[in-house]
């Protein structure tokens, strides 16, 4: 399955929460932090494919969650190969 998860809305850290919970099969009892979606990624079976666009984010607060979230992206890809991740600003296709 292949995810583009479009951020220019997102201005919060609940903002982008919600924009998670919009595009992905997370189930209901989700909490909402990169622990939780960690783990409920890194359990994923089948391959899913992870595309976050338009990161330009003007809160700082943000800015600096989404590189945490790349940072657990790397590790989460590495736990689970199914799983890819990329950020609209990588280098290459194959995520942080």
Not at 9 to 21: F, H, I, Q, S
Not at 25 to 31: E, H, I, K, R, V
Not at 48 to 59: G, P
Request: net charge negative; with cysteine; hydrophobic share 35%.
């Amino acid at each position: 399955m292949y995810y583009e998860i479009d951020l220019t809305k997102a201005k919060t850290r609940a903002d982008l929460y919600d924009l998670l919970e919009e595009a992905l099969p997370l189930p209901d009892y989700f909490g909402r932090n990169l622990d939780a979606l960690y783990d409920v990624l890194s359990e994923i079976p089948e391959a899913m494919w992870i595309r976050f666009r338009d990161l330009e984010c003007r809160e700082y607060d943000l800015e600096r969650y989404l590189r945490r979230l790349k940072r657990m992206s790397g590790g989460l890809m590495e736990e689970n190969p199914n799983i890819r991740i990329a950020f609209d600003s990588d280098d290459d296709e194959e995520g942080q």
